[in-house]
């Protein structure tokens, strides 16, 4: 009797604990990605050459610390120091970090914070490695000539050529410039200099009123007169230019919820919270919360899904669901089904596969049949964001 008793306590307790247990196993998954990316560090011993993909011919695709991307892989060494602090860890980003340190006088692109913040930033924050905000200041200047007072955004390409008309374009400002101004938040704050500030807020408010649509997606691109008119909303990488190019909604999703974070006017808040609903009310997001590469892909369900825009929007809901009492349990969970997603054999690539990456089936860019269906550098990293928000929320 006694025996039995013992035996149904036993197995309440053991079902109370399994109720009670996260759907995702964050350390578990943390020691596969530090398992994996020892084998990313290892294949790549050259620091001017940055894991960024796949080739069609399925050889590692590496790029140079110009392109966009040659952040993100320094910023995910970070996370993993973070998460192990494990000094080897430290050496790898520090060293992944460095290589990028040129770009801080680059003027020709408007992806310096992807470039500077990611590792810089990152950087900074577990270290305080004094010679860190120095390059960080130097981007935030650099990023800053790409703005025109008189259009009141910052330029994100020097030229656009449209499809189908072939017009080209000389402002051509896109949703994804929205991830650049955290870089500018963070300048005015370390250097007391309030014009960095000034520029990002400027920035957010001009997207707000051009980049979108009644129903709150965005355009990718809007292209600007010289006089701050809009000449042109078009779009690069989505579809067709009426349609909600899916990893343009999580970069906008993220960038006001930022916005929110940094300034605390409930007009950004509002904003990212009916970007969060477009997204995820949208009768095209499958179940599994992964997108199509765009939510308007003409030939859904039979288009390539895109991790990268769902680690994007994972990261940012989990953040948003801190700021938005009336949708925090909504946007949490809408975070953990996509971070379980991603984390299944469906999405995410066994030890010693993938190139190395962690995440398979992104998508860069589908009109320029430019990495369809691979692993991306930035979806690991913003997988890796989202598993340590999770943590760090699930604690609390
Ligand atoms: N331009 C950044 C992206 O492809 O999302």
Redo the contacts with the bound molecule.
Sequence with gaps: MLKNLFLAAACLLLAVQASAQKPINVDQELAFAAQQYQRLLASHPDTTKFPQSTNPDGSPRDMPSSW?CSGFFGGSLWYLYEHTKAPEWKTAAERWTQAVAKEQYNTRTH?LG?MLYCPFGNGYRLTKNSAYPAVLVQGAKSLSTRFDPKVGVIKSWDTFKAWGTGQTYNYPV?I?NMMNLELLFWASKITGDPSFRRLAITHADNTLKNHFRPDFSSFHVVCYNPDGSVAAKKTA?GAADASAWA??QA?GLYGYTVMYRETKDPKYLAQARHIADFYLNHPNLPADKIPYWDFNAPGIPKEERDA?AAAVAASALLELSQYSKPDQKRYFQAAETMLVSLASPAYKAKLGENNNFLLKHSV??KPAKSEVDVPLV?ADYYFLEGLLRYQALAKK
Excluded: K, L, N
Aim: aromatic share 30%.
């Design positions: 966009w992806d992807f896109i994804d990488q990893r343009g970069w990268s860069g860019s930035y």
